[in-house]
């Protein structure tokens, strides 16, 4: 018998996972979408692909399009008054299975339990979502959040919600189970593991392939680097990443396009400089998430970053054989040993320098 499932969906990355799930996983039962404070979704109308996806032409029977649900950007309606109308529409639907994606988002939380749930299940939400005891909160810091989410379900109307979680993602006691790309990789605590199969990926990459939603760039064998916002962070100076980019792209020769995409955090400063310095290096701007790319773009041959949870999927959207390199060993403070374990898991490359790097990407 059908049941009724609603996605909650915050980020692009989010958004596909969500699809896939009600395309090929949930195919047979109802299924509805609430974004909430939607990343970048302000270009998700420029874009074929995320306008289908978050649209009921993709076979969601309604979208909730919740943008500043329960924030201070929604300065019109009280948070009782917010709850009151999510009740009247989204909780007369008799929704019987929750899915999100991050259980510590205070307003995910507060949708749950304003529609009178107490449960949820969880899907995929990158690296962090394997392994979150590096990212726990303080005692103090967890006790601080937890008081304010309880007093936001007071003034809101909010009554015998969720378990609140403010100490990491993942770690929420009313997740009962995980949605995961590759569940074998976990190393947390999961009350219960559900593997997204290559199988149930292709249904739903087969329905966006027959919409004609794909926009392809790559024309020639290209590379893709995924950038992070590690320069801002200080893990490493604008000069180093610079020498590192320029070493690359210099040596790949003319028969490989090499493609920039920048984080969305990247500073416009670290860009423009880009930009002037490397000409030949093509940017490549979209909101749409990167694994589509390894499904669509035939021409794509490697993909280097850092810590990119794309670098772990690869495998899951195609059956080419890309090449996945992490820059993690350029970092100045190493990353957490459990992570490298997991990216390692992945099949994901780790060379130690420059020379290495070039010899993984242009063979």
Not at 149 to 166: Q, R
Not at 289 to 296: D, K, M, S, T
Not at 298 to 305: P, W
């Amino acid at each position: 018998m059908a049941k009724k499932n609603l996605f909650i969906v915050n980020t692009p990355f989010h958004l596909l996972t969500a699809f896939i799930l009600s395309k090929g996983e949930f195919w047979q039962d109802e299924n509805y979408l609430a974004l909430i404070h939607p990343h970048g979704y302000e270009k998700w109308i420029d874009s074929k692909v995320m306008k289908y996806i978050s649209s009921v032409d993709c076979g969601y029977e309604e979208v909730f399009p919740l943008i500043t649900w329960m924030t201070r950007k929604n300065k019109d309606q009280s948070y009782r008054e917010q709850v009151k109308k999510v009740k009247n529409t989204i909780g007369k639907l008799g929704i019987e299975n929750i899915f999100l994606g991050s259980d510590i988002d205070v307003q995910n939380q507060l949708l749950v339990g304003a529609l009178g749930k107490r449960e949820f299940y969880r899907y995929e939400d990158g690296l962090y979502s394997y392994y979150n005891e590096n990212r726990r909160r303080s005692l103090s810091h967890m006790l601080f959040h937890k008081f304010k989410i309880h007093a936001m379900e007071w003034m809101a109307g909010i009554k015998d919600g969720p378990y609140i979680n403010t100490s990491t993602a993942s770690d929420s006691k009313a997740g009962i189970g995980d949605y995961m790309y590759k569940p074998e990789l976990i190393k947390r605590y999961s009350p219960q593991t559900y593997e997204i199969t290559q199988e149930i990926i292709r249904a739903a990459m087969l329905d966006l392939k027959q919409r004609n939603v794909f926009s392809k760039v790559m024309k020639k064998n290209s590379i893709l680097y995924l950038s992070q916002p590690l320069v801002e962070q200080g893990r490493f100076t604008l000069a180093e990443e610079f020498d590192r980019l320029k070493n690359i792209v210099e040596n790949l020769g003319k028969n490989k396009i090499f493609f920039y995409k920048p984080h969305p955090n990247d500073s416009a400063s670290k860009i423009a400089f880009y930009r002037g310095k490397l000409p030949q290096m093509e940017f490549f701007e979209s909101v749409e998430p990167v694994e589509l790319l390894f499904y669509c773009e035939e021409n794509l041959q490697a993909v280097i970053s850092y810590q990119s949870t794309a670098l772990m999927f690869p495998d899951k959207f195609t059956d080419r054989k890309l090449t996945r390199v992490s820059l993690v060993n350029f970092y100045q403070e190493p990353l957490h040993p459990a992570y490298v374990e997991i990216m390692q898991g992945a099949g994901i490359e780790f060379p130690k320098n420059i020379n290495e790097v070039i010899s993984l990407i242009v063979k």
